[in-house]
């Protein structure tokens, strides 16, 4: 089995793989004060109440861009679950090419989408992670990831609205029956969402106006993806398992 891990900037989620099933998935919260005996109790446990052996698992691949807690995790799974994990970067086999100015500054979870939704979904495509950033990241019918827009996540910009004013509350981020809200909870909900869609919209079609295509899929994932994706005819497929998938596949082109 395999075990992957996405070290986000708000969760880090698992998978569980056995050949090409996803057998088992959970989420920690990113806490960059936690100990390697921590990270690795905290990993067998989880594999535990899954049903899942320690002994059966036979490689772990990691994304992450939260550098700051990579030598405790690293550390955990090799004292806990006596393996070396593959971590991605660069110098790791994608089965992409990265034409942006400084390759090095992408993410790895941005190269792991890509992989994941050019392999497959098939390009040109265009993947949309609505995680604590949104990113938009274009990839060429060749496997070329040749554009990549970051804006503000949901997230982030709810917390703008109620840490930043006096009287806003902080509120679930929902989408409303309305974009005509009558009271401040649903026109904080309104504004959120609906810009937010607006902004995708917006963005996908103009990414595809200037770099000349014409039909192009457009895969979404990350948390709040759902809420948009159902809002708008410019999000094709959302696969809440996308980055975990990009994982396995890269996983799976390092095999010595």
Same mark, same amino acid.
């Given at each position: 089995m395999l075990l992957v891990i996405d070290v986000g900037n708000t969760n880090i989620t698992m998978g569980v793989f056995e050949d090409i099933n996803l057998k088992a998935s959970f989420r920690l919260t990113t806490n960059t004060a936690r100990t390697s005996d921590e990270y690795g109790l905290?990993?067998? @446990?989880?594999?535990? =109440?899954?049903?899942?052996?320690?002994?059966?698992?036979?490689?772990?691949? %990691? #994304?992450? *861009?939260?550098?700051?807690?990579?030598?405790?995790?690293?550390?955990?799974?090799?004292?806990?679950?006596?393996?070396?994990?593959?971590?991605?970067?660069?110098?790791?086999?994608?089965?992409?090419?990265?034409?942006?100015?400084?390759?090095?500054?992408?993410?790895?979870?941005?190269?792991?989408?890509?992989?994941?939704?050019?392999?497959?979904?098939?390009?040109?495509?265009?993947?949309? @992670?609505?995680?604590? =950033?949104?990113?938009?990241?274009?990839?060429?019918?060749?496997?070329?990831? %040749? #554009?990549? *827009?970051?804006?503000?996540?949901?997230?982030?910009?709810?917390?703008?609205?109620?840490?930043?004013?006096?009287?806003?509350?902080?509120v679930e981020i929902a989408m409303p029956d309305t974009i005509l809200a009558k009271d401040t909870i649903t026109s904080m909900q309104a504004g959120l969402v609906f810009g937010c869609i607006g902004q995708t919209e917006y963005i996908v079609k103009r990414m595809l106006k200037e770099a000349n295509i014409d039909k192009c899929r457009v895969i979404a994932t990350g948390g709040l993806g759902k809420i948009i994706s159902d809002a708008t005819d410019v999000i094709e497929v959302y696969d809440p398992n996308l980055t975990l998938k990009g994982l396995k596949i890269i996983s799976d082109k390092n095999k010595k």
């Open positions: 905290v990993i067998c @446990d989880l594999l535990h =109440a899954k049903g899942i052996q320690i002994e059966d698992l036979s490689a772990v691949t %990691i #994304a992450s *861009v939260v550098p700051k807690l990579m030598h405790s995790l690293a550390s955990g799974i090799i004292k806990y679950l006596k393996i070396t994990p593959l971590i991605v970067g660069s110098g790791t086999k994608t089965g992409i090419k990265i034409a942006t100015v400084n390759p090095k500054e992408l993410g790895a979870d941005r190269v792991v989408d890509a992989v994941a939704a050019y392999e497959i979904y098939g390009g040109p495509v265009l993947v949309i @992670d609505f995680g604590t =950033a949104i990113t938009y990241d274009l990839i060429t019918e060749d496997g070329t990831f %040749i #554009a990549a *827009v970051t804006s503000p996540g949901l997230r982030i910009a709810a917390n703008a609205l109620w840490n930043d004013t006096a009287k806003l509350p902080e």
